[in-house]
């Protein structure tokens, strides 16, 4: 049955095709339970453990798991733009969940010409942990990243699966240690995320703060250099990547860089229009508006202060909180002027912010 799937996969266009019969993660309770009890865990997942642990929390029925992954970033090498915001290379063309969907259920529509069978297609968005799942089905080894890590194709691919009521008897990959003694993605990761044992600090995470709402200290705003959404930095550097990234490519990913200046004064049915099919948007333009302005000030674009400046009058707290603290970054003299002046009218928390910058600001000049 497996060789037979594998064969409609192949006649589709999936490549990477694996099988596992696990549907029960209780072993995993452990682990999740103290990620989130030391506050390691993100605001994109599921917060409820108990509904992660289980496949037939999804589909009743669940015996088995016909898990893919699309490969994504051959030839891709990061551009060194200087003036420019940056996206991760997952969220270049269409957004993945979408690829990944399509290509299930095209499986699925197939599978049902042969078999009889209930299904449910999972793509990143259900509280189930994707990677585990796949790890047993043999899509790949975990690599210290933390990402699943494939022999052909590294850890850049995206993963997806079908829950089924088919019983498909399956020998699980067992976890093996690839990465030996190569600590080069845990040395390059530019907040210090990646941590013993499997587990990444989603605080510190680059990837997550360009995604978050939440407020982000000035220490990991400086980390996150012109990153608009996402973080490539601990894939990139990995060794199992070289051949993946070493690839003669006709991609063009020109469209991974982002005009800052554009960001700023974009409206929402443009953003909407231009970035809405990409993975990376799903945020919001706020989101990457404020990650503009952080880039902004970590590149320095002094000839943007007055389109920053503009910012302060946004609606938004989230926006005028990161436009004042860029003003100081880009020229604090000019920009302490400016918050002085716009103090007295402002709310409680921009002026708890302007408070917190005048002050540095004055103590750095002893005054
Ligand atoms: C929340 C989330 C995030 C958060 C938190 C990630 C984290 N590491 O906790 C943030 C925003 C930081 C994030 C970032 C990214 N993400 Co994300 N994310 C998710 C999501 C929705 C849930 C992850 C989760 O539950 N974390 C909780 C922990 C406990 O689970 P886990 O991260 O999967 O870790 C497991 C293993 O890694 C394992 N483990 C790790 N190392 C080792 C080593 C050994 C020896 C063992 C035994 C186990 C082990 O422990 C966990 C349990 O098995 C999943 C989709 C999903 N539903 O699973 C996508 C997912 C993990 N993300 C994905 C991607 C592509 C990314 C980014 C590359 C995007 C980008 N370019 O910025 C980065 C990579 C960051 C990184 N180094 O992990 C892919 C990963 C593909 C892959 N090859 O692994 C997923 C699977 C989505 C998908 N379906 O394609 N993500």
């Not at 982000?216 to 199992?240: E, F, H, L, S, T």
């Not at 989230?318 to 302490?336: G, H, R």
């Not at 007295?344 to 408070?355: A, G, M, W």
């Amino acid at each position: 049955m497996k060789n037979m799937i594998a064969d409609i996969a192949k006649k589709i266009g999936i490549d990477v095709i694996g099988f596992t019969d696990v549907v029960n993660y209780s072993y995993l309770q452990e682990l999740l339970v103290s990620r989130k009890n030391k506050g390691l865990n993100s605001e994109f997942e599921e917060q409820n453990i108990i509904k992660r642990l289980d496949a037939r929390n999804i589909l009743p029925g669940c015996k088995s798991i016909i898990a893919i992954a699309l490969p994504y970033a051959e030839g891709y090498k990061k551009v060194i733009a200087p003036y420019k915001g940056l996206l991760s290379v997952v969220s270049y063309k269409k957004d993945y969940h979408k690829t990944v969907n399509r290509l299930l259920e095209n499986l699925a529509a197939e599978m049902r010409k042969h078999f009889n069978f209930e299904y449910s297609a999972c793509v990143d968005t259900t509280p189930l942990i994707d990677r585990e799942i796949c790890k047993n089905a043999g899509i790949g080894q975990y690599g210290k990243n933390n990402l699943l890590i494939n022999e052909n194709y590294g850890s850049f691919i995206n993963l997806g699966y079908l829950l089924t009521d088919l019983e498909i008897p399956c020998a699980d990959s067992q976890a093996v240690n690839i990465c030996n003694d190569c600590a080069i993605c845990i040395k390059s990761c530019p907040n210090n995320a990646i941590m013993e044992g499997g587990i990444i600090d989603a605080t510190k995470c680059v990837s997550a703060l360009t995604q978050t709402k939440k407020y982000i200290p000035v220490d990991y705003r400086i980390n996150m250099k012109n990153q608009i959404y996402g973080c490539d930095m601990c894939q990139i550097v990995c060794p199992k990547n070289k051949k993946i990234l070493d690839k003669e490519t006709n991609e063009d990913y020109k469209s991974l860089e982002l005009d800052l200046e554009e960001l700023l004064k974009i409206s929402n049915a443009e953003f909407e229009q231009k970035y809405g099919s990409m993975s990376g948007s799903w945020r919001g333009k706020n989101v990457w508006k404020r990650n503009a302005l952080i880039s902004i000030a970590n590149l320095k674009l002094v000839s943007l202060f007055e389109d920053v400046q503009n910012e302060l009058d946004n609606p938004s707290d989230m926006i005028k909180i990161y436009a004042c603290w860029a003003l100081m970054e880009l020229d604090s003299k000019k920009a302490a002027d400016i918050l002085n002046k716009r103090y007295d009218y402002e709310n409680d928390i921009i002026k708890c912010e302007i408070l917190k910058l005048l002050e540095d600001y004055y103590d750095s000049r002893n005054m």
